[in-house]
């Protein structure tokens, strides 16, 4: 197994002649920082990858800061995230859940595992067959290092647009009245149950 870190998360809008803007890529590279892994992610997973890499919070707990949450109150630890097979396109992952003297192995998808895995700061890893399969070798006109997280910076500038057109109007925002909550109430009643009020 090779060990990996998430380098970059890239929306495949942003790179020319990508073939879908439904897609993130996460990109993996090996600690010897010679090959990169690009996985493709639902969006949806990719901004949660980049969110915390980006260590940008939300008013409520996501998704995976749930996950994280739930582990640590079971008091079970997540040992370690595996991309261990490459099957037809898809890539297939373990998670590594210890419990005590318990160990279990749970399959995953890789974006969900990798989000976990950050969050609870677990070390990920990859099947060298898998790396050998689809890793890209880093051109050696990188450098000693490549240069990542050019997607990340996109994609914080995009969060940064869109909290800018969203900002709050000058004047208070009013929250309904209990009039307009009950108002609103018995249209959904009716909404629900087809009838109407």
């Known amino acids: 197994m090779v ?6 998360v890239v929306r495949a809008g942003d790179v020319a002649g990508a073939w879908s803007e439904d897609f993130h890529v996460v990109v993996l590279l090996d600690e010897a920082g010679r090959r990169i892994l690009p996985i493709w992610i639902g969006p949806f997973e990719g901004a949660e990858i980049a969110r915390h890499l980006l260590e940008r919070s939300t008013f409520r707990p996501m998704t995976f800061n749930f996950m994280a949450s739930l582990l640590g109150a079971a008091g079970v630890g997540l040992e370690e995230v595996r991309i261990e097979a490459l099957r037809e396109d898809v890539f297939y992952a373990t998670a590594r859940l210890r419990n005590g003297d318990i160990v279990q192995e749970v399959d995953a998808r890789p974006s969900d595992a990798m989000a976990l895995a950050l969050r609870v700061g677990s070390p990920i ?15 050696a006109s990188a450098g000693a290092k490549p240069r990542l997280g050019r997607g990340l910076e996109s994609i ?10 969203h900002a709050a109007p000058p004047h208070a925002c009013r929250t309904p ?13 009716g909404f629900v149950f087809g009838e109407d009020q």
């Open 3 to 8: 060990r990996v870190t998430i380098a970059d």
């Open 177 to 189: 009245d209990q009039e307009g909550i009950e108002k609103a109430r018995q249209a959904l009643i």
């Open 125 to 139: 890893y990859v099947a060298e067959e898998v790396m050998e399969k689809a890793g890209i070798d880093v051109p």
């Open 156 to 165: 914080a500038r995009t969060w940064a647009e869109e909290e800018q057109r």
